[in-house]
């Protein structure tokens, strides 16, 4: 049974419960006044925790560490339980939230043999309080959801761990299972082959670990079927009548509590894409159009019948030449005759020919077209892109034409996650964005600095003319790197990226591994390689999220991990998500920056720079100028970034407004 006054009593928002028989936050309308002064709030910097602060608290609770060691395991779970009930009827603080986190560090410690330390204390506090913890790579973050699993659970909430991807939410999931099992709570963890009985038991699981796109493709499911959204009176006659639970009904039971790891990636990364759940159709654009707009694409010349619009991602036509106009294809419908229909689709092949490309935003395995995740560098399985995009890409690789597609669901993870009662999160790297997390999730940034300082050593970024120089140079570093018995981690933007660093390492005679789509299976093997003495890793991002490289003693004494970062990306976050697998927990570790004039993200945004960079070969200067160039070019594209993820949440809001409206009239 759910216990809401401890959500409450935890939580510095207040919630409103929704009117819909499934036990999540209410959808307010605010006025425009009331936004903008609560939106002011997000102009605040991030909260820095000192560590005098962490420390005050960590004896709090280590001043129960004598008492409850002497405890059995009965009597310490009872103690546990007794400090919660004790917490649904008073306001919480240090003080009464100390007891029940002392109970769990000592069961921890039971379990695996270790005690959490000050600033993992400090993180479950902030998650509990629905509040976005930003700790340091290294730090046991999954421990520390854990903890706050482990705590919201056993007042009989529901508990939602999400991930970026359904491996490591198996993953967190066993690994942390014993230490619920010793409070008696169950837990589970969702993966996309399951089907939906079993679906059903993971989620009514106390805690259960899943990924994000799981679990809103599950709760548009329930909305598909008319579960979980009609009105509270309604459902309860209906158990009157055919004896059936509401949460039997749903897939998803509730929105009580909910930890997104990796926040930042899963709130701002993936949200500008929403998610939607449709059906397969014959679809509006026939297959002999399809080709036929991509062999007239292809007739068409850049700069001069069209523009590329490569930093909006965007292609400018306006009309077809006269003389490039291919004939359309006999027998289709007379729609692909107008001037404008057909204008918009050739747009579109364009699109799919100048900006997506192979080994970069999409991969072919067994003759299907798969999207690659630019920001983790995994592969999105059973996605496809929308109004036609996905087939053009196809007829231009020349592989089988999937069927169109209808939509029955959309929803933004923006408009999802805000209907939770409790929200919280973890990452690394919140500082970047915490005024759009306060403005769109209403989560305030908490920064925690490491347990222990970090002896991570920054070198001065390399700038080459071009990719082939920046390349060999890369394989050069890497291997006199490697031969002081350190472990060196090469990370790149893209699959193609990392084939050609794998090629000049190669050239060189120089033993490595490669990571990206392709080997994506065999990833946990690879990491747990990445540490070992001499190594040489190539990955795409896949290595800089949710992925812990241990390093062997002798690579620790050697000097540790060294990072090469081969291309600066659109957001700083990422970039510093890779330089953090180095340095972990007080290691000793370094990074360099090795990138060329003809990255596309500085020809996109930073022309004047490559062009004195060019001219310059001062290295220092260099460093410098590169260093500025790179804050331009970052500033930049976050601003557009922010501006289509403002943009389609407010579109998502004003859609889901006329549907209620348009369900209201009906």
Same mark, same amino acid.
């Given at each position: 049974?759910?216990?809401?006054?401890?959500?409450?009593?935890?939580?510095? *928002? +207040?919630?409103?419960?929704?009117?819909?028989?499934?036990?999540?936050?209410k959808?307010? /309308?605010?006025?425009?006044?009331?936004?903008?002064? !609560?939106?002011?709030?997000?102009?605040?910097?991030?909260?820095?925790?000192?560590?005098?602060?962490?420390?005050k608290?960590?004896k709090?609770?280590?001043?129960y560490?004598?008492?409850?060691?002497?405890?059995?395991?009965?009597?310490?779970?009872?103690?546990?339980?007794?400090?919660?009930?004790?917490?649904?009827?008073?306001?919480?603080?240090?003080?009464?939230?100390?007891?029940?986190?002392?109970? $769990?560090?000592?069961?921890?410690?039971?379990?695996? &043999?270790?005690? +959490?330390?000050?600033?993992?204390?400090?993180?479950a506090?902030?998650?509990?309080?629905?509040?976005? #913890?930003?700790?340091?790579?290294?730090?046991?973050?999954?421990?520390? =959801?854990?903890?706050?699993? @482990?705590?919201?659970?056993?007042?009989?909430?529901?508990?939602?761990?999400?991930?970026?991807?359904?491996?490591?939410a198996?993953r967190?999931?066993?690994?942390?299972?014993?230490?619920?099992?010793?409070?008696?709570?169950?837990?589970?963890?969702?993966?996309?082959?399951?089907?939906?009985?079993?679906?059903?038991?993971?989620?009514?699981?106390?805690?259960?670990?899943?990924?994000?796109?799981?679990?809103?493709?599950?709760?548009?499911?329930?909305?598909?079927?008319?579960?979980?959204t009609?009105?509270?009176?309604?459902? &309860?006659?209906r158990?009157?009548?055919?004896? *059936?639970?509401?949460n039997?009904?749903?897939?998803?039971? !509730?929105?009580?509590?909910?930890?997104?790891?990796?926040?930042?990636?899963?709130?701002?990364?993936?949200?500008?894409?929403?998610m939607?759940?449709? *059906? /397969?159709?014959?679809?509006?654009?026939?297959?002999d159009?399809?080709?036929? =707009?991509?062999?007239?694409?292809?007739?068409?010349?850049a700069?001069?019948?069209?523009?590329?619009?490569?930093?909006?991602?965007?292609?400018?036509?306006?009309?077809? +030449?006269?003389d490039?106009?291919?004939?359309?294809?006999?027998?289709?419908?007379?729609?692909?005759?107008?001037?404008?229909?057909?204008?918009?689709?050739?747009?579109?092949?364009?699109?799919?020919?100048?900006?997506?490309?192979?080994?970069? *935003?999409?991969?072919?395995?067994?003759?299907?077209?798969?999207?690659?995740?630019?920001?983790?560098?995994?592969?999105?399985?059973?996605?496809?892109? /929308?109004?036609?995009?996905?087939?053009?890409?196809?007829?231009?690789?020349?592989?089988?034409?999937?069927?169109?597609?209808?939509?029955?669901?959309?929803? @933004?993870?923006?408009?999802?996650?805000?209907?939770?009662?409790?929200?919280?999160?973890?990452?690394?790297?919140?500082?970047?964005?915490?005024?759009?997390?306060?403005?769109?999730?209403?989560?305030?940034?908490?920064?925690?600095? +490491?347990?222990?300082?970090?002896?991570?050593?920054?070198?001065?970024?390399?700038?080459?003319?071009?990719?082939?120089?920046?390349?060999?140079?890369?394989?050069?570093?890497?291997?006199?790197?490697?031969?002081?018995?350190?472990?060196?981690?090469?990370?790149?933007?893209?699959?193609?990226?990392?084939?050609?660093?794998?090629?000049?390492?190669?050239?060189? &005679?120089?033993?490595?591994?490669?990571?990206?789509?392709?080997?994506?299976?065999?990833?946990a093997?690879?990491?747990?390689?990445?540490?070992?003495?001499?190594?040489?890793?190539? !990955?795409?991002?896949?290595?800089?999220?949710?992925?812990?490289?241990?390093l062997?003693?002798?690579?620790?004494? #050697?000097?540790?991990?060294?990072?090469?970062?081969?291309?600066?990306?659109?957001?700083?976050?990422?970039?510093?998500?890779?330089?953090?697998?180095?340095?972990?927990?007080?290691?000793?570790?370094?990074?360099?920056?090795?990138?060329?004039?003809?990255?596309?993200?500085?020809?996109?945004?930073?022309?004047?720079?490559?062009?004195?960079?060019?001219?310059?070969?001062? $290295?220092?200067?260099?460093?410098?100028?590169?260093?500025?160039?790179?804050?331009?070019?970052?500033?930049?594209?976050?601003?557009?970034?922010?501006? &289509?993820?403002?943009?389609?949440?407010?579109?998502?809001?004003?859609?889901n407004?006329?549907?209620?409206?348009?369900?209201?009239?009906?």
């Amino acid at each position: 049974m759910s216990n809401l006054s401890v959500i409450k009593n935890l939580s510095l *928002q +207040p919630f409103y419960l929704s009117h819909v028989s499934r036990e999540e936050q209410k959808d307010r /309308e605010l006025h425009k006044f009331e936004i903008f002064f !609560a939106n002011l709030i997000g102009w605040i910097p991030a909260k820095k925790i000192s560590r005098r602060v962490i420390l005050k608290f960590s004896k709090k609770i280590t001043q129960y560490k004598p008492e409850l060691s002497y405890q059995e395991d009965e009597q310490l779970i009872q103690t546990f339980h007794n400090a919660l009930i004790e917490l649904s009827t008073k306001k919480a603080s240090h003080n009464n939230v100390a007891i029940v986190l002392a109970c $769990i560090g000592e069961a921890i410690y039971r379990v695996f &043999n270790i005690y +959490p330390h000050p600033v993992q204390f400090m993180g479950a506090y902030i998650l509990l309080t629905g509040q976005l #913890a930003e700790m340091p790579t290294g730090e046991g973050k999954t421990l520390v =959801a854990g903890m706050a699993s @482990t705590f919201m659970a056993a007042t009989g909430n529901y508990v939602h761990v999400l991930t970026t991807n359904a491996y490591l939410a198996q993953r967190d999931e066993e690994e942390l299972r014993p230490l619920f099992s010793f409070f008696k709570l169950s837990s589970g963890s969702i993966n996309s082959e399951m089907e939906i009985p079993e679906r059903k038991q993971n989620y009514q699981q106390q805690i259960c670990y899943v990924s994000a796109n799981e679990i809103v493709f599950d709760y548009l499911k329930d909305h598909i079927s008319g579960k979980g959204t009609q009105p509270r009176q309604i459902e &309860n006659l209906r158990h009157l009548s055919f004896g *059936q639970t509401i949460n039997e009904t749903m897939i998803v039971p !509730a929105l009580h509590f909910c930890i997104v790891d990796e926040a930042d990636s899963v709130f701002i990364d993936e949200a500008q894409t929403p998610m939607v759940i449709s *059906q /397969e159709a014959e679809g509006l654009i026939e297959p002999d159009v399809i080709h036929w =707009a991509i062999e007239q694409a292809k007739q068409l010349e850049a700069h001069t019948d069209f523009e590329i619009r490569e930093a909006e991602h965007h292609i400018h036509i306006d009309y077809l +030449p006269e003389d490039k106009i291919i004939p359309l294809p006999e027998g289709v419908r007379p729609i692909w005759y107008n001037h404008a229909w057909k204008i918009l689709l050739v747009q579109q092949a364009l699109t799919a020919i100048h900006l997506y490309h192979k080994d970069q *935003q999409y991969i072919i395995q067994e003759n299907k077209i798969q999207i690659v995740d630019e920001s983790t560098g995994r592969i999105m399985a059973d996605r496809s892109w /929308e109004q036609g995009l996905h087939q053009l890409i196809e007829a231009k690789e020349g592989v089988e034409l999937s069927k169109g597609r209808d939509t029955l669901a959309k929803m @933004t993870f923006q408009r999802f996650f805000r209907r939770y009662l409790l929200l919280s999160g973890l990452t690394g790297t919140g500082l970047e964005v915490s005024r759009e997390l306060w403005m769109i999730y209403r989560l305030k940034v908490c920064q925690i600095p +490491p347990n222990i300082p970090s002896k991570r050593q920054q070198y001065r970024h390399r700038y080459f003319k071009t990719n082939d120089q920046k390349y060999k140079a890369i394989a050069i570093h890497a291997r006199s790197i490697a031969d002081q018995n350190r472990a060196v981690l090469i990370g790149t933007r893209s699959i193609e990226a990392s084939e050609s660093i794998s090629d000049a390492l190669t050239a060189l &005679n120089i033993a490595h591994i490669v990571l990206n789509a392709r080997q994506d299976s065999q990833e946990a093997a690879i990491i747990a390689e990445a540490g070992q003495s001499g190594k040489i890793t190539v !990955a795409t991002n896949m290595a800089g999220r949710g992925t812990d490289i241990k390093l062997h003693l002798e690579t620790k004494q #050697a000097g540790g991990l060294h990072v090469i970062l081969t291309e600066f990306h659109e957001s700083a976050r990422i970039d510093r998500q890779l330089y953090g697998r180095s340095g972990r927990q007080g290691d000793q570790g370094s990074c360099v920056a090795y990138v060329s004039g003809t990255d596309e993200l500085l020809l996109q945004n930073t022309k004047w720079f490559v062009y004195l960079l060019n001219i310059i070969s001062i $290295i220092f200067i260099q460093h410098y100028l590169l260093i500025l160039a790179v804050k331009h070019m970052q500033k930049k594209c976050q601003k557009r970034a922010y501006r &289509n993820r403002i943009s389609m949440f407010k579109q998502d809001k004003k859609l889901n407004s006329q549907i209620g409206f348009a369900g209201k009239i009906y």
